[in-house]
Structure formats: structure tokens, C-alpha cells
């Protein structure tokens, strides 16, 4: 038997951006929520996770950046394994776009944004939240892409919108130009239009600097034209591996069957 | 049968769901409730509360005229006489003033010449004479009042170092115990179990040892206070860091970011209302807190107060107790302000 190690690790010269092997994922009391998901990302695709909720894709997404272990599986991002070793390095490479935005409610936008440094920064600076100009004017160029002026800048998260706080967390997670965004359903909390624009906005960035998306979405339509590639999965595992165009109805009905959503978005 | 009516629900049909719901209250809320002013019956037997009751009905019934006077109303009453007039004026005897030049006096000062009574024997007969002496005495129409204002602002500064100096220490403390930022369970249990120790001693306590530590005088007031504060704030910093947001410290820790670093960006602007809240609370219990503690000798206006009143001069104890009111209150209207802008 092949160790995941060499599984995982250099496959040629041309490594793909992410690579899952085997993800297998059981929580301590006995959910399994990674069951044996093994594929590969290349670079600069925009991967919609498609699937109910519970089917396992806010795990998936959480074991790229270690906020979740695994149990066993590997994973690596630009050939580099994932391991305790490097994972920090890894994660300064990923960022991350949540479901509940995640920003700090008592900061303001600029600051907010600025935290996507707090990795890297001396600690001086973090702790004076003092950053240098050209990161300070990064910020501002961010906020000014993801659709939000300068009356902005000094407000806090309180005062925005559910779309404008996670223009925020888009622009924050492109602080640091990584090679992959994740973004655990990005747009759960929001309204449809908004959804879209937000949508609209991530995978557009995201373009113009070549940057690998992992998206989870629960929405059927949203996926659908919004992805480069739908993989869907349901129940830890995955179902259905392909360009948006191959989804047909059968397909989309196994993925939400008795989950409740089923008609809706069959219907959608 | 119409069928094109169907039968509409009624309530004889709800009865088919046979669900429990509780009723509020049971048997058993009575009887604790029973209990509870049982207990609280014999507890106000112990604490004398009817002698409280009787007491006070004495008092309202001689305000009333419907008694000639009462136990608390003559107390009151000599009180009242004792510490007003307050005394505001500080009087040295000339001959006790060292270089005394009567060209030269402090700000408002005055000579006084008083009559000036002494009894002593004459050896002659054998028997104590009153003699009379006119003396002159140097007054100081505010020179009390300067002096217990002198000693308040003592008094203030004690608090103010006591409370920085609690700030300091319950940082450290405050990460160690709090559950999700300590680096492991043994040094949990060592900083949670300084915080309680520290809550636990009370300060006139502690400033009772720490006067036989470092002598009379503020240094023990204000270790004390801050020893205490420190047990406060460091509970309570500690409780608010958990009870912190997690969202934000996920997406922070996500990009790597050191516990430290999460603790700062992520956590203390959630945490910061509530900690100024504590901290001005800390401020303000010290400053009222450092003018009891002089009683035992840790310096501040208590110090002087338990001397005055140890001397029977109720009227300095009168000044005294007013500064010490003005203070508070006014203290209270800043730190209401000082709140209200820092917790935007």
C-alpha cells in the first residue's frame, strides 16, 4: 500500500493548486463528515462545493486551513503537503470567506481589512494596530474593488449591510494576494440579488489575479452560474465531479433527496 | 353528506392530541417558597431586625409628637450637634508656630488674642486657681478645609495607582485564566485560584498586614486595593475573553495568526466596553474603598479621620465626612461621562 504522503506529495512536475486524497473525517461522536473525498483543483478555477447542508463542505473547507483536523486523508496546496510543519506557511496562502462574514463587529472596514495581516505583521504592529503605508494603501485600493467608497472606511461592521460587511470579508481575504480563497457559503446570510453581486464580485476578483476558489453554496442556481465546476456531495462523499452543463436532473435530484430542499431546487 | 363542505376543525378535535403542558408553578414551588420565609424569619431574629422595626416606629411616632423623643432620634440628634458647625479654620498658638513673625502670615491668616484658662494649684493654699492669661492665636480661616482636601487628593491618587496597578496585574492573569487562551489546565487552575485568593482577602484585611509590611502610610493602601481589584478584574476580563465571539477568531486563527495576535485584533475590541465598564467601576470603589482604609493606618483622608475622631473633634470629623461626600459625587458625574464617551 501507497503512504498518503507520496499520494499527496509531487505528482510530476505539474502539481494541481489543491489536491484531496482520501479525506475521511469522523467527529468524536461518531458523525462522519468526510467520507473518502479525493480530488484535485487546478489553478484558477472557480470549484463550487454543491450539497445540502451537513453533506460535509464546511468540513471540507475547514481542514484546508487546519481549523479542522483530519482523521485521515492528506491534502496539498501547490504540492506541499498539509502537515503541522506547514501549516502555517499554507495558511498564509489561503484565505478564508465566511458564512457569517466573521468580521470584527467593534473594528471598523479599514481595520477589518488590514486584519487579514495579523499573520504576518511584527507584532508591534498588530498590537498597535499600526500597519505600514503600503499595506494601509492596499486596503484601501481592496475597499475600493469590492464596491465600497471612502465614507466607509471608518465605519464599523455594525453599521453596514449583511452584502456590505462581506464586500469587507472578500476584501479582507484578498489582503495578502493568496493563491486560494475558500469561501464557506459566502453568501448564506444574504439576499438573492445580493448574493449575486457578492457572488459576482468574488469570482471576478478572483479572476484578474488567478486566484483558486473553493466555494461551498447550498443554492442550485447559484452554482450553476457561477462555477467553473460543480462537485456535489452528499453525506461525506462526493456524487457528481463535473462542468455545470453536466448536471442534469437526476443527478441534482440524488443530491438533495430527503433533505427537505428537494422540491425547491429541483423545481428552481 | 355534502361533500363539497368539508368538515371544519373543531375543538372537540384538538382534544385528540393528548400533550402534557406544564403548569408554571407546582406543589413544590409553594413549599419551597414556605421554606425560603421560614428561613428568612428566624435569620431576621438573629440580626435583630425587630428590634430595627420597633426602634423605628419609635422614631417615626416622636416625629409624629405622639412620643416626647426616641432612641434614634436623640443619636441623630447628637451627631448633628457634634459634627456641625463643621470645622473649616485651623488655630496654632503663636508660641508653637516656629519663626513666628506677625508681618508675615500665610494667605488669610489672623491673630486672635484669646482669653486663655488655666487651673493650677497655688502652692500657697493648697487649692487649684483659675488663672487668666491672654493668648494670641494664629488662624486659619480655611486651613483645616486645605488640609482635608490635601489628603483627599492623597486619598485619590492611592485609588488611582491602586487601580492601575490592578489593571497590570489582571492582564497576565486574565489570559492565563481564560479557558481558551491558556496555554495549558495546570496554569488555569493557578491563575483562576490567584484571582479567587486575591477576591477573597478583604482589603482592610490585607492593608492591616501590609502596614506591619511597609509601615504607615499610603504604600499599604495602595497595595491593598490593588491586590483586591486585581482578584475582580482578573475574573472578570478572564469571563469576557471566553465569552467572546468565536466567529472572528476562527477567520484570524485561519490565517495562522498566534493566540496573542487572535487575542488582540479579534477579542479586545469585543471585550473593551465591558472592560472600561469594570476598570472605572474598580476606580470608583477604590476611591470610596481608600477612605476606609486609612482607619488602619494605609494612609489617605481615612487616616486622618480616625485620628480626629479618636481626639473627640467631631467638628474636623464633620469636614472630613463632607469632602469625602463632595468627592464621590463628583467623582461619579466624571466617571458617568468618562463611560458614556469611551463606550461608543
Redesign the interface.
Known amino acids: 500500500m501507497t503512504s498518503s504522503a507520496q499520494l499527496c506529495g509531487a505528482e510530476g512536475q505539474h502539481h494541481p493548486m489543491l489536491s484531496f486524497h482520501g479525506l475521511t473525517k469522523q467527529y468524536t461522536d461518531g458523525v462522519k463528515a468526510l467520507d473518502g473525498v479525493t480530488f484535485d483543483v487546478p489553478r484558477g478555477e472557480f470549484c463550487v462545493i454543491l450539497g445540502p447542508s451537513g453533506s460535509g463542505k464546511s468540513t471540507l473547507l475547514r481542514t484546508l486551513n487546519g481549523l479542522t483536523s483530519l482523521s485521515s486523508g492528506c491534502i496539498a496546496v501547490d504540492g506541499v503537503e498539509l502537515k503541522p510543519k506547514s501549516l502555517r506557511s499554507v495558511q498564509r496562502r489561503v484565505a478564508m470567506v465566511h458564512q457569517q462574514f466573521n468580521l470584527v463587529e467593534r473594528l471598523d472596514v479599514a481595520q477589518n481589512v488590514m486584519s487579514g495581516t495579523v499573520a504576518d505583521a511584527a507584532f508591534w504592529r498588530v498590537l498597535l494596530k499600526w500597519y505600514p503605508k503600503s499595506l494601509r494603501e492596499r486596503a484601501c485600493d481592496l475597499i475600493a474593488r469590492v464596491g465600497l467608497d471612502e465614507l466607509h472606511l471608518t465605519r464599523r461592521m455594525g453599521e453596514l449591510s449583511g452584502g456590505q460587511q462581506q464586500r469587507v470579508g472578500i476584501a479582507r481575504a484578498f489582503l495578502l494576494d493568496p493563491d486560494v480563497i475558500l469561501a464557506d457559503e459566502p453568501v448564506a446570510s444574504l439576499d438573492p440579488a445580493t448574493s449575486r453581486d457578492v457572488l459576482t464580485l468574488l469570482r471576478d476578483a478572483a479572476r484578474e489575479r488567478g486566484t483558486t476558489v473553493l466555494c461551498s453554496l447550498h443554492q442550485l442556481d447559484l452554482a450553476l452560474d457561477f462555477a467553473d465546476r460543480i462537485i456535489a456531495m452528499r453525506s461525506g462523499s462526493i456524487i457528481f465531479d463535473g462542468r455545470p452543463d453536466a448536471l442534469d436532473r437526476s443527478t441534482v435530484a440524488s443530491i438533495y433527496e430527503g433533505s427537505g430542499l428537494e422540491q425547491s431546487r429541483v423545481a428552481a | 353528506m355534502d361533500m363539497s363542505n368539508p368538515p371544519r376543525p373543531s375543538l372537540e378535535r384538538r382534544r385528540e392530541i393528548n400533550w402534557h403542558l406544564p403548569a408554571p408553578y407546582t406543589w413544590r414551588t409553594l413549599v419551597l417558597l414556605i421554606a425560603v420565609a421560614g428561613l428568612l424569619l428566624v435569620s431576621a431574629r438573629r440580626v435583630d431586625i425587630d428590634k430595627f422595626l420597633a426602634l423605628s416606629a419609635e422614631a417615626i411616632a416622636a416625629q409624629l409628637g405622639l412620643r416626647e423623643s426616641s432612641q434614634v432620634g436623640r443619636g441623630l440628634a447628637r451627631i448633628g450637634k457634634d459634627l456641625f458647625p463643621i470645622t473649616l479654620s485651623y488655630r496654632t498658638d503663636v508660641s508653637r508656630v516656629a519663626d513666628f513673625d506677625e508681618a508675615k502670615l500665610p494667605w488669610l491668616a489672623y491673630v486672635e488674642t484669646v482669653e486663655h484658662r488655666e487651673y493650677r494649684m497655688n502652692p500657697d493654699t493648697t487649692k487649684l486657681e483659675e488663672t487668666v492669661s491672654p493668648k494670641k492665636v494664629m488662624v486659619e480661616p480655611l486651613g483645616y478645609l486645605t488640609l482635608t482636601v490635601g489628603k483627599m487628593i492623597e486619598t485619590i491618587e492611592i485609588a488611582i495607582w491602586a487601580t492601575i496597578l490592578a489593571v497590570l496585574l489582571s492582564i497576565p492573569l486574565a489570559y492565563l485564566g481564560a479557558a481558551n487562551y491558556t496555554p495549558n489546565r495546570a496554569i488555569y487552575a493557578i491563575a483562576r485560584g490567584t484571582v479567587s485568593l486575591l477576591r477573597a482577602i478583604p482589603e482592610l484585611i490585607s492593608a492591616l498586614f501590609l502596614v506591619l509590611a511597609f509601615g504607615f502610610g499610603p504604600v499599604a493602601g495602595f497595595l491593598a486595593l490593588g491586590l483586591h481589584g486585581a482578584g475582580f478584574l482578573g475574573k472578570f476580563y478572564a469571563e469576557d475573553i471566553e465569552a467572546a465571539?468565536k466567529?472572528?477568531q476562527?477567520?484570524?486563527?485561519?490565517?495562522?495568526?498566534?493566540k496573542?495576535?487572535?487575542l488582540?485584533?479579534?477579542v479586545l475590541?469585543?471585550v473593551?466596553?465591558s472592560y472600561i465598564a469594570y476598570t472605572l467601576y474598580i476606580l470608583d470603589r477604590n476611591v470610596r474603598m481608600a477612605t476606609v482604609i486609612g482607619l488602619v493606618g494605609a494612609g489617605g483622608i481615612g487616616q486622618e479621620l480616625k485620628g480626629r475622631y479618636d481626639l473627640f473633634e467631631y467638628g474636623n470629623v464633620g469636614t472630613i465626612l463632607v469632602v469625602i461626600f463632595v468627592t464621590v459625587f463628583v467623582l461619579d458625574q466624571i466617571s458617568a461621562r468618562l463611560r458614556a464617551r469611551l463606550i461608543a
Open positions: 465571539d466567529k472572528p476562527d477567520a484570524l486563527r485561519a490565517l495562522g495568526a498566534s496573542v495576535r487572535v488582540r485584533l479579534a475590541p469585543q473593551m466596553p
